[in-house]
C-alpha cells in the first residue's frame, strides 16, 4: 500500500483466512525536517541546525550527520536534548570559515530509514564604514552587503539612543537612508552633530538569522588659541588634535595666502610631533612679527579636510628705565599696546621679591593705569634707591607671559668742598663730580646764585670741558674774580636730574695798619679781616719782616669779633 500521509494515520490491516478473519493494528508515524536558508559574511563562522520534528520515532533515531555538495570542511555535533513541547530534535553543524556558497545535507536516519534535508549557506560580503570626525561635527555612517541570495527583510540601526532608527522608526538628530552602488546595497545613518565617541550597531534581518554589525563614529577635537608675540620676535604657533583613533595624513599652514607644508623657507619652521595616545601637534614658527596677522591651521584626516585659524596678535612693551642720585626717589614705567585683549595682569619682579598693585610692600607702590586707546602701564615708585638694581616688568596673558627689564641707576653726586673762603678779588676754583652711574648724563650745569653760569661767558667764568674717566664724570668751574658771598650749585640735566648740596663762597677783605716807633718805642702792626662767615683760625696766617718770617720777640694779638664779622691779627715788637 502506498499513500501520502500528512499526519499520524492509524492503520488497520484485515486478513481473512477461509471464515476467519484477521487484524492487524498498524500506524503511519509523519515528521517534519527543517533547516533555515543561512546568511553569512565571507570569511565568517557558520552554524547550520537540522530538525526532525513531530515524530515519535525519532527518540530512537539511530543517526544524524551531515554532509555537503562541494567537500568543505565540517563536523558534526550530536543530537540535541528531546522537546517534548516541540517534539522535536537537531544537530548542529558548526563551520568555522566559510569562503563561498555551499549547500550542505542534514541526513536523518529514522527505524532504518535515512531522511535528508538541504540548508544553503548564503556567503556575502559586507562592507563597513565607521568615521573619523571632528567633534560638533556631522558625519555618515554606512554598512553594506553584497552577494545575497536569500530575500533581505529589514535593517535598522542601535546606539547611545533610545529606541531605534529605521525607515520607519525617527530619532531626532539622525537620519536613515539607502543607497545601491556597484553591486552593494547601503544603509545609511547621518548623525547631525557627533558629539563624543559613540559605537553604533546596524541590523540586516534575513528569514533565516539575523547579522549585526559595529560601525564607530570616532570624534576628535582640534585645538589652537590666538597666540601673543612680542613684535620683532618669533611667534610659536601650536595645532594640535586629540582623542582619535587615526593619524592626521597631513597638516598644513597657510599664511598670507600662501602654504608651507615644510620648513622650506628662512624664518619658517614646522615641526609634527609622533602621533600617540589619540593625539598629535604640529607647530609653527615665524620669525621677526611686526604686526598682528591671521593664520590657518589645515589638516587632513580620514578623507576629509579641517581647518582652524590661529591669530597671532603683536604686542609691544615698552619700558623706561631711570637714573636717580644715590637716596632719591625713583620711578619706573611699563606700557603695553597693540594687544586684541587686556593682559590679566602686569607687575613687577626683581631677584625674589614681587610687586603688585594689590599687594604692600614698604618703600615700592605699584600704580597701573588704563588708556583709551587700549594702552596699559604700571609704573613702580621706589622711595629711596640704594643701589643699581634691575627690575623686570611681567605681562600676563592667558596663553603665555612676557619680561621686560628697566634699570634704576644710582649715582653719587658731589663737590670737593662745602664751604670756601675766598679772597676778595680772587679766582675761586670749584670741582663737580658724577660718579658709579652707567648712563652718562647730557651735561653739569652750574649755578651762581640761581642763575646758571655760561661757558661762553669768559670774562666772569671758567668752565672746563666734561670729561668722563669710567664711571666718573668731571666738571670744573672758575670764578675769575670773587666780589660776594656766593650759593653754587653743580647739577645733571637732561637724562637724569640731579643737584649736589650748595657750595657757599665766603669771600672776605684783607687791610692792615701800622704803627711807627722811634728808638726803643715798640711799633704795632695790625691785619684785619672783613666779611667772615665762620671762625678762621688766625694762627694760619704768617708774618713777614722784609721776608723773614717773624718767629722771635713778638707778641701775638688776636681780636674777634663776630657781630661785625671782623678777625683781627696783629704783631707787636
Not at 78 to 95: A, E, H, V, Y
Not at 204 to 215: A, D, P, Y
Not at 323 to 350: N, R
Request: with cysteine; charged share 20%; glycine share 6%.
Amino acid at each position: 500500500m502506498t499513500a501520502t500521509m500528512k499526519v499520524d494515520t492509524k492503520v488497520d490491516c484485515h486478513i481473512k483466512i477461509g471464515t476467519f478473519t484477521f487484524t492487524a493494528l498498524s500506524s503511519v508515524d509523519t515528521f517534519v525536517l527543517s533547516g533555515n536558508h543561512f546568511v553569512t559574511v565571507e570569511g565568517e563562522k557558520a552554524t547550520l541546525v537540522g530538525t526532525i520534528t513531530g515524530s515519535a520515532l525519532a527518540l530512537n533515531s539511530q543517526d544524524m550527520y551531515w554532509s555537503e555538495e562541494d567537500g568543505q570542511g565540517k563536523k558534526t555535533v550530536g543530537w540535541s536534548n528531546w522537546d517534548k513541547t516541540k517534539q522535536s530534535r537537531s544537530t548542529t553543524l558548526l563551520i568555522d570559515t566559510v569562503a563561498k556558497d555551499t549547500v550542505f545535507t542534514a541526513t536523518f536516519v529514522v527505524n532504518g530509514r535515512k531522511w535528508t534535508h538541504k540548508v544553503e549557506v548564503d556567503v556575502i560580503k559586507k562592507s563597513v564604514t565607521g568615521t573619523s570626525v571632528k567633534a560638533g561635527s556631522e558625519t555618515t555612517l554606512t554598512c553594506g552587503y553584497s552577494g545575497q541570495k536569500a530575500p533581505h527583510a529589514k535593517v535598522w540601526w542601535n546606539g547611545p539612543f533610545t529606541g531605534k532608527l529605521s525607515e520607519t522608526d525617527k530619532v531626532a538628530g539622525f537620519e536613515f537612508s539607502k543607497l545601491t552602488k556597484d553591486g552593494y546595497t547601503y544603509t545609511m545613518m547621518k548623525i547631525n552633530k557627533a558629539a563624543t565617541d559613540a559605537v553604533y550597531t546596524c541590523n540586516h534581518e534575513w528569514t533565516s538569522n539575523t547579522l549585526s554589525w559595529t560601525v564607530k563614529s570616532d570624534t576628535f577635537t582640534i585645538s589652537s588659541s590666538s597666540y601673543k608675540t612680542e613684535v620683532g620676535t618669533t611667534a610659536s604657533l601650536t595645532c594640535s588634535v586629540a582623542g582619535t583613533d587615526k593619524a592626521p595624513s597631513s597638516w598644513k599652514w597657510a599664511v598670507g595666502g600662501k602654504d608651507y607644508t615644510a620648513s622650506t623657507e628662512t624664518g619658517v619652521t614646522m615641526t609634527t610631533s609622533k602621533f600617540e595616545n589619540g593625539g598629535q601637534n604640529n607647530q609653527l614658527k615665524l620669525a621677526n612679527q611686526k604686526v598682528d596677522s591671521t593664520t590657518t591651521c589645515k589638516i587632513s584626516l580620514d578623507g576629509k579636510d579641517y581647518t582652524e585659524t590661529v591669530k597671532i596678535d603683536v604686542i609691544v612693551i615698552n619700558t623706561k628705565s631711570t637714573t636717580v642720585k644715590l637716596g632719591s626717589a625713583a620711578t619706573i614705567t611699563c606700557d603695553v599696546s597693540g594687544s586684541s585683549s587686556e593682559p590679566t595682569d602686569i607687575f613687577w619682579e626683581a631677584g625674589e621679591a614681587t610687586y603688585k598693585s594689590t599687594t604692600t610692600t614698604a618703600g615700592f607702590t605699584v600704580v597701573k593705569s588704563k588708556f583709551a586707546d587700549g594702552k596699559q602701564a604700571a609704573e613702580l615708585r621706589i622711595a629711596s634707591s640704594k643701589a643699581d638694581q634691575s627690575y623686570s616688568c611681567k605681562v600676563v596673558y592667558p596663553t603665555n607671559s612676557f619680561k621686560k627689564t628697566a634699570m634704576v641707576d644710582v649715582y653719587k653726586l658731589t663737590t670737593n668742598q662745602v664751604t670756601t673762603e675766598v679772597l676778595s678779588g680772587k679766582a675761586a676754583t670749584f670741582t663737580c663730580m658724577v660718579t658709579e652711574s652707567k648712563t652718562k648724563p647730557a651735561h653739569i650745569t652750574w649755578t651762581v646764585d640761581g642763575k646758571v653760569a655760561s661757558p661762553t661767558d669768559t670774562t666772569t667764568y671758567k668752565i672746563t670741558p666734561q670729561a668722563y674717566a669710567g664711571e666718573t664724570m668731571k666738571s670744573t668751574l672758575v670764578i675769575n674774580k670773587a666780589v660776594k658771598d656766593s650759593s653754587i650749585v653743580c647739577s645733571t640735566k637732561v637724562e637724569f636730574d640731579g643737584v649736589a648740596p650748595a657750595i657757599n663762597m665766603d669771600v672776605y677783605e684783607m687791610t692792615s695798619q701800622a704803627t711807627l716807633s722811634f728808638n726803643t718805642v715798640k711799633s704795632v702792626v695790625a691785619m684785619k679781616l672783613t666779611g667772615v662767615n665762620k671762625d678762621i683760625d688766625l694762627k694760619r696766617l704768617t708774618w713777614f719782616l722784609d721776608t723773614k718770617e717773624l718767629k722771635r720777640h713778638c707778641a701775638l694779638h688776636q681780636e674777634q669779633n663776630l657781630g661785625r664779622r671782623e678777625e683781627k691779627s696783629g704783631w707787636a715788637y
